[in-house]
């Protein structure tokens, strides 16, 4: 690929590859959830890229919601600590919640918010996330009901992911040269 970022090692999800993705994802969603009052949670900041892109080919009714956890801090390994920093705004009482993620490695931090957002009784609550690191050995707690793609068990950037806050502008998906977090 042209103008590949010099810390990637390799890209993984090209451009068209993701625009391929979100269309399928969006077709899946717009015909499950016809009809029903659908809400979309994101989860800050990364799931921000996918879920503007996803929305945009979700053809029907929708309302978006943002929330932000903390669970990794600036390392590439998870705390399993998961703390809310931005609550919702919008009650999801009664409400088909679908929750976009970026990436669901561990599963450590859906699992939490899920039990979180389960308490406030929605109608339905679903999770759709881009990439998802099932790897052998390796189970996640949560099973999403929408998956993007499989991922393998590598620190990726890009569409949204980060390392220290960097390479989140990237528009394809690449790992990231291990000496830049060695
Ligand atoms: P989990 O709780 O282990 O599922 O981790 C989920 C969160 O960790 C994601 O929302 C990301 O913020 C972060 N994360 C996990 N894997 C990666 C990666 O490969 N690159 C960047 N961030 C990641
Ligand atoms: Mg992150």
Known sequence: MENTHPDIERVLFTEEDIAAIVKRLGAQITEDYQGRDLVLIAVLRGAVVFMGDLMRSIDTACSIDFMAVSSYGDGVKSSGI????????????????LIVEDVLDSGLTLKYLMKNLAS??????EVCTFLWKDVEGKQAAIDPKYVGVHCPDEFVVGYGLDYAEHYRNLPYVGVLKSEVYA
């Open 82 to 97: 998961v703390r809310i920093i931005k609550d919702l705004d919008i009650d999801i009482n009664g409400r088909d919640v």
């Open 120 to 125: 406030r009784h929605p109608s339905s609550l």
